[in-house]
């Protein structure tokens, strides 16, 4: 047989141990076979030992799509918050394929869904963002928690009629800081990308 050596990376996940990837070790029976049949010699001159020599190859080999169910799996977790089972996805925020989620407190308040609107925007420019102005404002907390959103940005009266800031909510342990409107981008930066 061709390969000198496999082992697998196996992964543990709900329904059991499985392989994540194999890697072959195929020594130089590809270039070998490919010299044979093209005629072409592939061989390699070491300019320090004076030697040549055919090549070894490594083979990984890795499905994406088991890689993406591991991520998923590790991620899922369960908690209570407000004495409320909490089933959510604990996706590092550089994983996450939602950064942040931006919530108008209402959908029926013009100003109040522009300046909403306007920060979305600007979000969008550099992160997968979502937007959800539909339901109780805790419900909306549960839909971001549940697809792995880190940060929820809600918009509210007082952001409009006081203090030109914005609540954001951490997935994980459910905190909430006001911050100003011109710190979000710095503040989710530092939160996401690290600086």
């Not at 194999?22 to 001159?45: C, F, M, P, V, W």
């Not at 809600?154 to 710190?183: C, G, H, L, Y």
Request: aromatic letters at 10%; charged letters at 30%; hydrophobic letters at 35%.
């Amino acid at each position: 047989h061709y390969a000198r050596a496999c082992t697998d990376v196996t992964f543990r996940f709900p329904f059991g141990e499985q392989e994540l990837m194999g890697i072959a070790a195929r020594g130089n029976y590809d270039l070998t076979q490919h010299t044979e049949g093209s005629g072409k010699k592939l061989d390699y001159y070491d300019e320090q030992t004076k030697e040549k020599y055919i090549p070894h190859c490594i083979e990984p080999s890795l499905g994406v799509d088991r890689l993406v169910l591991a991520l998923i799996c590790s991620a899922y977790a369960e908690d209570e918050v407000g004495g409320e089972k909490r089933n959510f996805l604990k996706f590092h925020p550089k994983m996450a394929p939602i950064k942040a989620s931006v919530l108008p407190l209402v959908k029926n308040k013009e100003e109040l869904v522009g300046v909403a609107r306007e920060l979305f925007d600007k979000l969008q420019l550099r992160w997968n963002v979502a937007w959800d102005a539909t339901g109780a404002i805790g419900r909306r907390y549960r839909r971001a928690d549940e697809v792995g959103t880190p940060f929820c940005i809600t918009v509210d009266f007082d952001t409009i009629e006081k203090d030109n800031a914005v609540t954001i909510r951490d997935r994980d342990s459910t905190e909430q800081v006001r911050i100003p409107m011109d710190e979000v981008i710095p503040y989710l930066s530092k939160q996401i990308d690290g600086y």
